[in-house]
């Protein structure tokens, strides 16, 4: 049986493993598949791959390599970060975050809100920004952490994150950001932002899901998340997920050389579709500003219609968008993020989120162009919302 023909456009939830980080991986699958923590040559062997992923990894943020804990995704790292930040600091029980991040950063705020600390949730604007002067007057002697990610994942809007880290420097507070949707797409130096902590997710970057990296910047204290063994220097426990540590090293490889062109390459194809769909469809706006954004999202409301109705109709068509994170995926709430723009239930529910890649072609764009425009008229004939 034929497979359907897949037209993916939705890169900020997860990414296609790259077939040269299949390659890297596939060995240490099947031949050196020992433990990296044993002590005989065979486990020896394997574990100086890990440290050679972690150099890879750790150029591609321009960290020092025993700056960089594996974890198992972005969750865990934002997670760890936080963690670490309040338990090394015990008297400090404040977090100071916005109200448009990940889930992985909102769901565990309210945990801690629960377990008796405070955190405050910073508003942003109607375009999806942030006020500095509002955040540096939000933060106290007892806040132990800033945690303001880089790129929204739904809308693509970027905060200033190294303008932040400066605030934060000079408050004496410390700062983490969620890197998660930046890789590949812009140039990271950590130096250069001057952060605690950064967290980022190896499925992101076309590395395989399970894998992620939680950035400490060196003498800062940290405190383990996940209590085990000795493995990551003590920082982390559990056995090296070695293959896919192999891979992410690969795809961070990959990622550095082909950024210059693949972050060009890819604002044309978006603004060839968001200018396609914009003067194609009268009643359709951008969430959020136009700059400064990810060059390969773009975040639409289609006035009259719900996006539940028009991703059904995209499926059909073998078209993979989506309507806002994955994380939330099945939830009838609409977007948090948009609602924290101002935007209504109504335009939060009729909004979708375009994310592409470094496999989208013209004429994959193209082919959206032709299929939307008849798929938002046809909802519009017969939606009770018209």
């Known amino acids: 049986m034929t497979q359907p023909a897949i037209y993916y456009f939705d890169n900020n939830a997860t990414t296609r493993v790259a077939p040269e980080v299949v390659d890297a991986m596939i060995p240490f699958l099947r031949e050196q598949w020992g433990n990296p923590s044993s002590t005989y040559a065979f486990g020896r062997q394997v574990g100086e791959h890990v440290d050679q992923a972690r150099a890879r990894v750790a150029a591609l943020i321009n ?30 029980r404040h977090v100071l975050t916005t109200a448009v991040e990940h889930s992985a950063n909102t769901n565990f705020c309210a945990l801690l809100q629960k377990r008796g600390y405070t955190v405050t949730f910073l508003p942003v604007t109607p375009d999806g920004a942030l006020d500095l002067q509002q955040l540096e007057a939000a933060i106290r002697p007892d806040t132990a952490i800033v945690s303001v990610m880089w ?8 905060f200033p994150v190294r303008e932040i880290a400066a605030i934060c420097r000079r408050k004496g507070t410390l700062f983490h950001t969620d890197a998660v949707q930046t890789p590949g797409k812009l140039k ?19 590395a395989p899901k399970g894998i992620g990296l939680l950035y400490v910047k060196r003498r800062v204290k940290y405190q383990p998340y996940i209590v085990g063994g000795g493995q990551e220097r003590g920082r982390r426990g559990g056995t090296e997920n070695v293959a896919s540590i192999v891979g992410f090293g690969r795809a961070a490889e990959l990622a550095m050389a082909s950024l210059p062109d693949e972050h ?45 109705g028009i991703l059904m109709l995209l499926d059909q068509a073998g078209i993979c968008a989506s309507s806002g994170s994955a994380c939330t995926t099945g939830s009838l709430d609409p977007s948090h993020v948009l609602t924290a723009m101002g935007c209504s239930v109504a335009r ?16 994959e764009v193209d082919y959206v162009l032709k299929h939307l425009p008849g798929i938002i008229a046809k909802l519009r004939a017969n939606s009770p919302m018209g």
């Open 151 to 158: 790129a929204n994942n739904e809308t693509g809007i970027l």
């Open 63 to 92: 960290a020092e390599p025993r700056e960089v804990i594996f974890t198992s995704c972005g969750t865990e790292s934002n997670n760890s970060a936080i963690h670490s930040a309040l338990a090394t600091q015990p008297d400090k």
């Open 264 to 308: 060009t390459r890819a604002r044309a194809l978006r603004d060839r579709l968001e200018d396609g769909i914009l003067a194609a469809m009268p009643g359709t706006s951008r969430n959020g500003a136009k700059e400064p954004r990810l060059p390969n999202t773009s975040n639409l409301a289609f006035e009259g219609v719900e996006a539940e």
């Open 348 to 363: 939060a529910r009729s909004s979708i989120r375009f994310s592409l890649g470094i496999y989208n072609t013209e004429a």
């Open 188 to 206: 990271i130096d950590v130096r250069e932002l001057d952060v605690d902590f950064l967290s980022l997710s190896a499925h992101k970057l076309h």
